[in-house]
């Protein structure tokens, strides 16, 4: 088969980050440990060109035999993923520099998992959904264990390696009994099939649950979210916040495209697979955060309950629905990335702290990095007017357009309990005693993140507009 001119062209930006990835590598083996600081800088600074030449000029189409697909959701998916990526990156300098486990590999097995990442992203084919999600998983393996000398970083790898490894099988096995039934593993095979009447064949429909149940390990909802908690907990801080955003960002996208896709023949029978891991992935985020006092831990189960509201946007089956998705995504990014920085700041005698206890009278000492987590806390709990709000909101639309009202209203219940954990945080902030305070952050492009997304939240509030519209035109084009 000869790969034409056009097929290149549409896969610019992957071919890019690959290109500089190899290069960068083979001078960091050359290099040695003296490279790091270059590497991981070049590598963020990779990431963001990549990003721009997403737009540069900005193409639609099919490419390698149509394995590859390019359109508006997958390019604004893409963008997010690696602003996500490279800025985590950057945010893990000066963490692994102190715990001194700073290695060049580090970027680098972030820019592969990002590169798979965006493969699925733009998959056209069950075989190439499969190649780029183990290209992501692989290396994301790794770099959760990344800390070998932590027990609970290397325990956070190997858990995160053996459940990831089943659901990738799950995964596996879902895609050829849809092979076997539908004579093609391409989304547009797949489409014609059923439209043809191999939805009604049982064989079919098991396979579709064990695809879905695979991507929904990838997304951390319910049931297949039992390795978030202990991975977020003990994985290296700056990896924790690459997990509950890119990845996350990345397999929701994948799960719209396959459902929206190929599988939207089926949409009355995956409706109730993914109402029920909505439902349910809301309520225990809500529920067994409560009780939670380490602040990773408490975040792992904050992403299960925004899974939740985000799966219930996809439920809808309806434009307004994925626009909603895509709209959530962007903000939870912006509020996830936030978060962990804030948390990448707590040090008290220079060691990390994670409790949330160890927040008590922060308003007091540092009030300006008080402020900020007021504001991640409040918008992910969807207090008006604040970002968080306005994306619970448009997705709570959609449902009740959907005529999915119990799934709604359960929804708005689990955002009023889980309003509680995240209040409390606040309430920790302002109105506790300090046993000791924490450490003045120094500056640095920690600091600058946090700030950053604190007026981005604060920028999303006040004016939602342009980022719907953004949303909406990645959406436009799974409804023609």
């Known amino acids: 088969m000869i790969v034409g001119l056009e097929s290149w062209t549409l896969a610019r930006p992957e071919i890019f980050l690959a290109a500089v990835t190899c290069l960068l590598l083979v001078y960091g083996v050359v290099r040695g440990e003296a490279s790091t600081a270059f ?18 000029p900005y193409r639609e189409g099919t490419a390698f035999a149509s394995l590859f697909i390019v359109d508006r959701l997958t390019t604004t998916m893409k963008a997010m993923v690696l602003v996500g990526s490279a800025v ?10 102190q715990v001194k486990a700073w290695r060049f590999e580090y970027p680098l097995l972030v820019a592969l998992a990002t590169l798979g990442m965006m493969l699925m992203i733009s998959a056209n084919d069950l075989m190439a959904l499969y190649v780029g999600l ?18 609970r970083s290397t325990e956070a790898g190997v858990k995160y390696f053996v459940l990831g490894s089943v659901a990738s099988g799950m995964l596996l096995f879902g895609a050829s009994l849809i092979y076997g039934f539908c004579g093609g593993t391409a989304f547009v095979e797949i489409s014609k099939a059923l439209l043809d009447g191999k939805g009604a064949e049982l064989g079919v429909i098991v396979g579709l649950v064990f695809v879905v149940a695979g991507l929904a ?11 978030t908690p202990d ?40 409706q109730q697979i993914v109402v029920v891991a909505s439902v349910l992935s809301m309520a225990l985020g809500a529920f067994a955060a409560l009780r939670q006092q380490n602040i990773k831990r408490l975040m792992a189960y904050s992403s299960i309950g925004n899974v939740g509201y985000i799966l219930l946007g996809l439920a809808s089956g309806s434009e307004k629905g994925i626009e909603a998705v895509v709209f959530y995504l962007a903000i939870y990014l912006v509020m996830t990335l936030g978060v962990f920085a804030t948390i990448l700041m707590m040090k008290r005698r220079g060691v990390m702290v994670e409790g949330v206890p160890d927040l008590a009278g922060l ?46 209203v359960l929804g708005v219940l689990a955002s009023v309990v889980a309003s509680y954990y995240y209040l409390r945080i606040v309430k920790v902030m302002y109105f506790d005693e300090p046993a000791e305070t924490l450490d003045a952050p ?10 950053a ?16 519209l953004i949303a909406a035109a990645a959406a436009k084009g799974l409804f023609p």
Do not use: N
Request: include cysteine; charged fraction near 10%.
């Open 363 to 408: 308003a007091r000492s540092h009030p300006m990095m008080a402020f900020a987590l007021l504001l991640f806390m409040f918008s992910l709990a969807g207090i008006p007017p604040l970002a968080g709000f306005w994306g619970k909101l448009y997705i709570f639309i959609a449902a009740v357009e959907a005529k999915l009202y119990v799934p709604a």
């Open 39 to 56: 590497i991981s800088g070049a590598t963020s600074l990779a990431m963001l060109v990549t990003a721009v030449l997403l737009f540069m």
């Open 231 to 270: 991975v977020y907990e003990g994985a290296p801080t700056p990896v924790t916040a690459l997990f509950a955003a890119a990845p996350k960002i990345a397999a929701v996208s994948l799960l719209v495209s396959v459902l929206m896709g190929p599988f939207k023949p089926l949409f009355a029978q995956w």
């Open 217 to 227: 390990f990838k997304v951390s909802a319910v049931p297949f979210h039992m390795w």
């Open 88 to 97: 985590t990156i950057l945010m893990s300098c000066a963490y692994f520099e």
């Open 453 to 468: 997304a604190a007026i981005l939240v604060a920028a999303f509030s006040l004016a939602p507009q342009p980022l719907s």
């Open 442 to 451: 120094v500056f640095g492009i920690t600091r600058v993140v946090a700030f």
């Open 134 to 151: 183990e290209l992501q998983s692989l290396a994301l393996y790794v770099v959760a264990a990344f800390q070998r000398d932590s027990v």
